[in-house]
């Protein structure tokens, strides 16, 4: 294990979740000098297993991380255990500032930091929030299937929230009010709509067995899913200029990119969560690979440019 941060890398990579890690691990069998930073707070830490990735479906999400460690730093990459507080551009590349005050140079950035899922503010959602708290149908939708689930009106994409989460259970319960053509879908669908306010939940034995109302009832669930509003943490991008923007869904906020992950500051890509609010592992993985590719071939065309120059002034 190497956590000893180095003075300077080819490329530093801010995060370490599937796109950090799979960036780097491209990167390092380029045969460059890679760090990975992260602070080892991985969105997906609370659930149980993680789902829709081939080859690794129910595998706990701190395995799948442990395994990709291994798997870079077998490339010669270090991963270090850490967070950036601030990162400033210099005539060779960035230098970034962790929070420790450990300190190193970059001629590239990949920032695959994530986001942070902002919850309604209801007493007990973050306590069960990856349990039967849920968010996606993809990722936990199988394991509620068939149960009494309730879907809260919490952002912009709930309503389509509970319809996908109705193809998966008979009995969806949607806390809210809806009204014109979402309601008649409803009713087509048969989704009960309560539009009292939710005060709290109701947990019997460590898990969730209803969903409070202002006056006291409980409306029996065994799931709820909650859309949160999803926004991107990598807050010392504004020392380059870059700051995160709403996303077109409405569900939150983030830093965007071009196809390939490059952002409007040279030399800073971004990949996963902190770009996509709706990347899963897979796509994040793959995302991070691709940005890992494009910041070789990039770093490739410098160093022709350099070779080039150095011929031509010694030949002089």
Known sequence: MTD???????????????????????????RRSVAVIDAGAPRNAPAAGIHGLLGRENMPPAELLETGRAEVRGYGAHVVTG????????DDGFHVTLRDGRQARGRRLLVATGLVDELPDVPGLRERWGHDVLHCPYCHGWEVRDQAIGVLASGPMSVHQAL?????????????AVAGEDAEKFEALGIRVVS?????????????????????????REAL??????VARAGFLSDLGLHPVDHPSGAGQ?????????????GVWV?????????QVGSAAAAGAFAGAQINADLVAEDVRHAVLIRGDSTL
């Open 196 to 220: 009292d306010t939710v005060t709290g939940l109701e947990i019997v034995g460590n898990r969730l067995a209803g969903v409070r109302l202002a006056d006291g009832t409980v409306i029996s």
């Open 271 to 279: 990949a996963g969560n902190v770009t996509d609010l709706a990347a």
């Open 4 to 30: 000893e941060l180095q003075d300077a890398y080819d490329v530093i990579v801010a995060g370490g979740g599937a796109a950090g890690l799979n960036g780097a691990l491209m990167l390092a069998r380029s």
């Open 225 to 230: 899913a909650v859309a949160t509003r999803m």
């Open 83 to 90: 967070e950036i507080s601030g990162v400033t551009r210099k």
């Open 254 to 266: 983030h830093y965007p990119g071009d196809a390939t992950g490059r952002t409007d500051v040279p």
């Open 164 to 176: 996908l989460f109705r193809q998966l259970s008979d009995d969806i319960v949607y806390f809210g």
